[in-house]
């Protein structure tokens, strides 16, 4: 890749946007919030995410693992494997052994973060950085079974760090915009190569992860609030002029609801 390309796609992105960016970046200031307090369910949401609807996880794996403990915390799923219906042969085992692993961080690495979840996966974020390319070498985390370098990249994003998951999806939008991959389902390589594109862009990982991965949703009400509520909205839209009226249930997209 070269600087050149690179800011073509930028460009493009920046000119062509499938969610603002000043959408996008609302979502990535929400976005370490999710699973405050619940940095157990945090753990089982990256680990079901691979290769299956996120609406499953959100609406059946992770209710029915916070079911199944008092409270889910770190401390809970590593305590025992959890028994959640519908997962796959491993992934349940991952589930534990990634939350016994960044407690095991905390322990020999960050001692002043134990009994506090929230510290100890944002200096677990800060502290895998550097193993992004190469995630097999990080041992608590990156080392599980199942946690390849996407998952690894989202459980990052998850625990407050600045990355993007740059999973097939997001290599497709970025080909989308003129991006040229030697192997668009090699994640370090596209990882690479998005953030030079968000670099160029002026924006952060996330921004971009959300601007890219928020276009794979289905379209919701809220979305289309919030769309409404952008600058680049109240700027170019026809006055009078709704995002529901354009891509809601009756307009040019509903069939993406």
Not at 197 to 204: K, L, T
Not at 224 to 229: F, H, S, T
Request: no cysteine; net charge positive.
């Amino acid at each position: 890749m070269t600087r050149a390309q690179i800011q073509k796609v930028a460009d493009s992105l920046l000119t062509y946007p499938a969610v603002s960016v000043d959408l996008a970046t609302r979502l990535a200031k929400q976005y370490f919030g999710r699973y405050k307090n619940r940095r157990g369910s945090m753990v089982v949401d990256v680990v079901a995410s691979a290769w299956r609807n996120y609406d499953r996880v959100e609406q059946h794996i992770i209710p029915a693992f916070e079911k199944s403990v008092r409270t889910p915390n770190l401390t809970s799923l590593a305590k025992a494997t959890p028994k959640i219906p519908g997962l796959r042969g491993g992934e349940a085992e991952a589930m534990q052994a990634a939350a016994a692993g960044l407690l095991r961080f905390a322990t020999e690495k960050r001692p002043a973060t134990l009994g506090d979840d929230e510290k100890i996966v944002k200096a677990w974020a800060r502290y895998a950085e550097p193993f992004r390319f190469d995630t097999k070498r990080e041992p608590y985390v990156g080392a599980v079974k199942k946690i390849g370098p996407a998952l690894f990249a989202y459980m990052r994003m998850r625990a407050g760090a600045d990355a993007i998951k740059a999973d097939v999806w997001v290599a497709r939008v970025l080909e989308e915009h003129g991006a040229k991959f030697e192997k668009a389902t090699d994640v370090v390589e596209v990882t690479r190569y998005a953030e030079a594109v968000a670099e160029a862009m002026g924006v952060s990982r996330l921004v971009l992860d959300q601007m890219l991965w928020r276009g794979e949703w289905k379209i919701t009400d809220v979305a289309l609030a919030a769309l409404g509520d952008t600058a680049a909205w109240r700027e170019h839209a026809p006055r009078g002029t709704t995002p529901a009226d354009i891509y809601g249930r009756t307009g040019a997209m509903g069939h993406l609801y």
